[in-house]
Nanobody, 121 residues
Framework: VHLVESGGGLVQAGGSLRLSCAFS????????MGWYRQSPGKQRELVAR????????DYADSVKGRFTISRDMAKNTVDLQMNSLKPEDTAVYYC???????????????WGQGTQVTVSS
């Protein structure tokens, strides 16, 4: 599976951005897609995730109520709508696709190249 992100940029605090991830390749075994982010000196963290079967979502506590993840399997895209952005949202955002087994362990993971989001105060 190949992932390509777009939509990052510079925005003032309180503003909005929409990230889009276009994916290609064989996705029949992918169980979840989502967005992670990483800022300097910190570990990569989950922002939002959506299952490919049923569309269940999962959000980091820090973005609940502000960010919304959505998927369009016909268009092969996964988007992240980010509202009420804060300076602490500044990071490189990575699109992610993966497959989990019945124990919840990732057996396959792939990442996009990342897109920079900068929120100024």
């Amino acid at each position: 599976v190949h992932l390509v992100e777009s939509g990052g940029g510079l925005v003032q605090a309180g503003g909005s951005l929409r990230l889009s991830c276009a994916f290609s390749g064989s996705t029949f075994s992918i169980t979840a897609m989502g967005w992670y982010r990483q800022s300097p000196g910190k570990q990569r963290e989950l922002v939002a995730r959506i299952t490919t079967n049923g569309g269940s979502t999962d959000y980091a506590d820090s973005v609940k109520g502000r960010f919304t993840i959505s998927r369009d399997m016909a268009k092969n895209t996964v988007d992240l709508q980010m509202n009420s952005l804060k300076p602490e949202d500044t990071a490189v955002y990575y699109c992610h696709a993966g497959r989990r087994n019945s124990r919840g362990n990732w057996t396959y993971r792939t990442w996009g190249q990342g897109t920079q989001v900068t929120v100024s105060s």
